[in-house]
C-alpha cells in the first residue's frame, strides 16, 4: 500500500551528499494519540472528583465489541486494549451507551443520564455525561458529574446569590438613609 511520509533532505554541496531522513505519517499520528491518551488519563476535574473518557468507535451501529476504552482511571494497563459493549444497561436496564452512539450518529454529541456507581465507592447514583465525537480519529470524548454532587454545588450558588442580594439590599438601606438624612 502507498502510506505518506514527511521527509526532510539535505544537499552538502562540498561532499557532493545528499541526506536525509523520513516519518510516515499514521506514526506520527499514533505518537500523538498515545500522547494526548496519556494527558487525559491524568487530567482530573472538579475537585478530584471527575475525570475523561475516551474510547475508539470500531461499529457506529453497535454491539458487543462497538469500541475500544482508551482514557479511563479504571484501565489496569494502558497498552491493555479494553473492548467495550453498547448493549450494557445500568440499573434501570436502560441502554445509556446505545443511546451516545444515537446521539453521535445523529448529531456529533450530546448528554445522557444514568445510574452508575459513584467515584471510590459501590454506591450507585444518578450520572450525567456530555461527549462528542472526533470525527476524524473516531474517538469519542466524554466526560461525567454525578447529580447529587450537582445539586450540591447548585445549593451552594444559591446560597452565595443569596448572601449578594442581602448584602445589596444592606448596602442599597444605607445609601437610602444617607440621602435621607442630607435632604
Not at 473492548?83 to 441502554?95: A, E, Q
Amino acid at each position: 500500500g502507498r502510506h505518506k511520509k514527511i521527509a526532510f533532505v539535505k544537499f552538502f554541496e562540498s561532499f557532493n551528499w545528499i541526506i536525509g531522513t523520513g516519518e510516515y505519517l499514521e506514526d506520527v499520528e499514533d505518537d500523538i494519540k498515545r500522547e494526548l491518551a496519556l494527558e487525559l488519563s491524568q487530567y482530573r476535574i472538579d475537585k478530584n472528583t471527575s475525570y475523561f473518557n475516551v474510547f475508539e468507535v470500531h461499529e457506529f451501529q453497535g454491539g458487543d465489541d462497538f469500541a475500544s476504552l482508551i482514557v479511563n482511571p479504571n484501565l489496569k494497563n494502558d497498552k491493555q486494549i479494553q473492548k467495550i459493549s453498547s448493549n450494557v444497561k445500568d440499573i434501570d436496564g436502560f441502554l445509556y451507551r446505545q443511546e451516545v452512539l444515537n446521539q453521535i450518529n445523529d448529531k456529533g454529541d450530546g448528554f445522557v443520564t444514568y445510574k452508575f456507581k459513584k467515584i471510590n465507592s459501590d454506591v450507585v447514583g444518578p450520572k450525567i455525561s456530555y461527549f462528542k465525537l472526533m470525527k476524524h480519529w473516531n474517538w469519542v470524548i466524554s466526560t461525567a458529574k454525578e447529580l447529587d454532587s450537582l445539586e450540591l454545588t447548585v445549593e451552594e450558588s444559591e446560597q452565595k446569590i443569596q448572601e449578594k442580594v442581602f448584602e445589596n439590599i444592606r448596602y442599597a438601606s444605607l445609601l437610602f438613609i444617607i440621602v435621607f438624612v442630607l435632604l
